[in-house]
């Protein structure tokens, strides 16, 4: 059983960084792809930045390009988002979500089988 823990959200200000930390229970880590999506109320979840099993093999979308970094620690059983740069926009819920042997660019929610209860972002001048 796939367990999974967000946290490091918060609220800062626009130009800010925030780093997310996603935390794995669960068997063979090495073996999942993690994503990280966000969700703003009354709209679907969207996809952020997608890291397969293999590290080097990463996607992000173009919101996210050049401000935010996908990574992964498989000592610590942890993936990580940093977020430079933050704006009004990027304000959502941030899920992680993990599945097995998945390549990073099939980053969409529906690929993805384990998630996270979510973590708050929050821009705000």
């Known amino acids: 059983q796939v367990q999974l823990a967000e946290s490091g959200g918060g609220v800062v200000q626009p130009g800010g960084s925030l780093r997310l930390s996603c935390v794995f229970s669960?068997?063979?880590?090495?073996?999942?792809?993690i994503g990280w999506f966000r969700q703003v109320s009354g709209k679907e979840r969207e996809a952020v930045s997608c890291i397969s099993n293999t590290e080097g093999d990463t996607y992000y979308t173009d919101s996210a390009k050049g401000r935010f970094t996908v990574s992964r620690d498989n000592r610590k059983n942890t993936a990580y988002l940093q977020m430079n740069r933050l704006q009004f926009e990027d304000t959502a819920v941030y899920f992680c979500a993990a599945d097995y042997l998945l390549f990073a660019q099939y980053c969409s929610p529906r690929e993805y089988d384990y998630w996270g209860q979510g973590t708050q972002v929050t821009v705000s001048s």
């Open positions: 669960g068997n063979n880590f090495r073996d999942h792809a």
